[in-house]
């Protein structure tokens, strides 16, 4: 019997092992996502202070943008090898899916800064640094899933904070900028404030569907 037992015990012990290698995968491909999203964050970051020339800033985000589709290609091609995924894979596909917009989104502030020109794009700074904050936060949600999965929630938490944070910052530009007079670059600054809260919007998105994904595991 034990004969019988041993084999069987070593099988599942290697099906665990196989899936649990499988799961981690998974999840430092959304990783890789995730922080090629944070290196774009950062590149509009240095483009909003002055630290980097707007169209060396432009040319260089779109090599970002190739390395993050590159990334979630991978992702999908892995996610139709695996047996088993971590969480559903609807859900990763959804979490891949906006990590992929909040780069997208970077993209076009750091185009439109570029083509609008404005003269000052401090504004810009605080809120791109609370969505690299927000990436930071997503991607230790993301290494807690198969090690401690009970405290993702957590972190989730704290990226919802940075997009509000994202949120506030774009409200309170734009009462200061209405409180003065009506000019073309107030115009193009609205134009910018509004991309940067659509970043936020993505990630707080990606929040939402990492969250979905732990009450789905749940039950």
């Known amino acids: 019997m034990s004969g019988r037992g ?6 599942a012990r290697a099906w665990d092992e196989l899936r649990g290698r499988s799961g981690r995968r998974v999840i430092d491909l959304i990783r890789g996502q995730v922080a090629v999203a944070r290196t774009g964050a950062e590149l509009a970051c240095s483009a ?3 630290t980097l020339g707007r169209q060396d800033a432009r040319a260089r985000m779109a090599e970002i943008e190739h390395e993050g589709d590159a990334a979630r290609a991978e992702l999908v091609r892995a996610l139709k090898r695996v047996l088993t995924t971590p969480i559903d894979r609807e859900d990763l596909f959804r979490l891949s899916r906006s990590v992929d917009d909040v780069l997208d989104q970077l993209r076009d502030f750091v185009r439109e800064a570029d083509l609008f020109g404005p003269a000052d794009l401090a504004f810009a700074v605080e809120p791109l640094e609370a969505v690299a904050d927000g990436l930071d936060e997503l991607d230790r949600a993301l290494l807690k899933i198969t090690g401690d999965p009970g405290s ?17 910052l774009y409200q309170a530009r734009l009462t200061e ?8 670059s107030t115009l193009r600054e609205r134009e ?3 991309r940067l809260d659509a970043v936020g919007r993505r990630l707080g998105e990606a929040a939402d569907a990492l969250a979905d994904a732990m009450l789905k595991r749940s039950h």
Do not use: H, N, W
């Open 177 to 184: 900028l209405f409180a003065g007079p009506l000019e073309m």
């Open 192 to 194: 910018l404030l509004s």
């Open 48 to 50: 909003a202070a002055d």
């Open 152 to 168: 993702v929630t957590v972190a989730v938490l704290a990226t919802r904070k940075s997009r509000s944070r994202v949120r506030q």
């Open 6 to 11: 041993g084999p069987a015990r070593r099988i």
